[in-house]
């Protein structure tokens, strides 16, 4: 079993099938303490560093623990509010500067492979270090391409066994060896990932944990009743986002928005609770009387299942449904990490 650290590790989504693949985190950091615990319910054994990389001490005492430990393989997952289209896209956020902090680890730890994941915008994205203007990614070689074989590629969750469209810049470091992409998987359908669970509407619960509908606005309930799926509210004749004097709202035609049955789900945001927000409804069936159910967004079960979690992945009891809500939007979908993984160059092989 290698030994790994995870830096920037949220409530560790991205490792639930490294494990089962040889792969034991034994090192981890979180900014956050709300997600630390939750990591800690997820990987108990893990010893887990709260605290901001960019304090010394903080980063010091992971890079100790780390070596201590004589890791051989980093996961690390920056946050990307600096450089997603979701966010500002302002290359002077100074979490994109976290990067730095990375790539001083594997200096001063030397795991023999590392994978660096974020948005696809990294590619593109540019820092400022020693005063000078350089792409993160050239950045990376220019420091790590000495001792290590540097490749990178944008790769979608979907192609890799997930119901969820979601792309993600892979950066794959190795020191013993090529390390190849994994092989592109069938596409998995929505219809195909949960068109099993019962039906839901509004405010009613199931006998499947995790599978219960939030209580929604009467007027997005009434609007949605009357979208078909794949659709938003928007392209109805009458049932459309109206204010009370009845003039339409103004707004994006990928919000109050069914998802669709026959192709993987859109990204998943942090937002995924809201009906107003981006294709977030569930994609509904059509009825006798002409309106489609399931006029709500999807349950925490099936965002679960569209992130390609296990069927026994639990959140912790303290744990609201607006914070799981809020992680599984952060999350990495962790199929396509276990892919990647299955292909990681390893010693003695």
């Known amino acids: 079993m290698l030994k790994g650290t995870s830096l920037f590790c949220n409530v560790g989504i991205a490792e639930t099938y490294l494990e089962k693949n040889g792969i034991d985190i034994v090192v981890a950091n979180e900014l956050l303490k709300?997600?630390?615990?939750?990591?800690?319910?997820?990987?108990?054994k893990a010893n887990i560093i709260v605290g901001d990389i960019t304090d010394n001490k903080i980063f010091?005492?992971?890079v100790k623990k780390s070596k201590q430990e004589k890791i051989d393989f980093l996961l690390a997952t920056p946050p990307c509010q600096g450089m997603s289209v979701a966010g500002k896209m302002d290359e002077n956020d100074p979490r994109n500067t976290l990067i730095i902090k990375v790539v001083e680890f594997i200096k001063r730890v030397n795991p023999k492979t590392a994978i660096i994941e974020n948005v696809p915008t990294m590619?593109?994205?540019?820092?400022?270090?020693n005063d000078e203007k350089i792409k993160i990614i050239d950045y990376i070689k220019k420091e790590l391409s000495n001792k290590y074989a540097v490749s990178f590629n944008i790769l979608n969750a979907a192609d890799y066994g997930t119901a969820q469209d979601r792309k993600r810049a892979i950066v794959l470091l190795s020191r013993i060896g090529k390390w190849e992409l994994p092989n592109k998987q069938k596409i998995i359908t929505v219809e195909e990932a949960i068109g099993y669970l019962p039906s839901l509407e509004s405010g009613e619960k199931s006998n499947i944990k995790y599978h219960n509908a939030p209580i929604h606005n009467k007027n997005h309930i009434l609007?949605?009743?009357?979208t078909p799926s794949g659709?938003?509210?928007?392209e109805n004749t009458k049932y459309f986002p109206q204010k009370e004097d009845g003039t339409k709202i103004k707004g994006f035609m990928t919000t109050y928005k069914r998802i669709a049955w026959d192709k993987p789900a859109p990204t998943i945001t942090?937002?995924?609770?809201?009906?107003?927000?981006q294709n977030n409804v569930h994609p509904g069936r059509k009825q006798l009387d002409g309106t489609y159910s399931d006029s709500r967004v999807l349950t925490l079960k099936e965002l679960f299942i569209l992130t390609g979690l296990p069927d026994d992945w639990e959140a912790p009891?303290?744990?609201?449904?607006?914070?799981v809500r809020k992680v599984i939007g952060e999350?990495?979908?962790?199929?396509l990490i276990e892919e990647i993984i299955k292909k990681m160059p390893r010693e003695g092989k």
């Open 231 to 234: 659709k938003t509210a928007f």
């Open 317 to 323: 009891n303290w744990a609201t449904e607006n914070f």
């Open 34 to 44: 709300d997600r630390a615990n939750f990591y800690k319910f997820n990987y108990p």
């Open 331 to 335: 999350g990495v979908p962790p199929k």
């Open 60 to 62: 010091n005492e992971v």
């Open 223 to 226: 609007w949605m009743k009357h």
């Open 270 to 277: 942090m937002c995924n609770g809201a009906i107003s927000s």
């Open 123 to 129: 590619l593109k994205t540019s820092i400022i270090v």
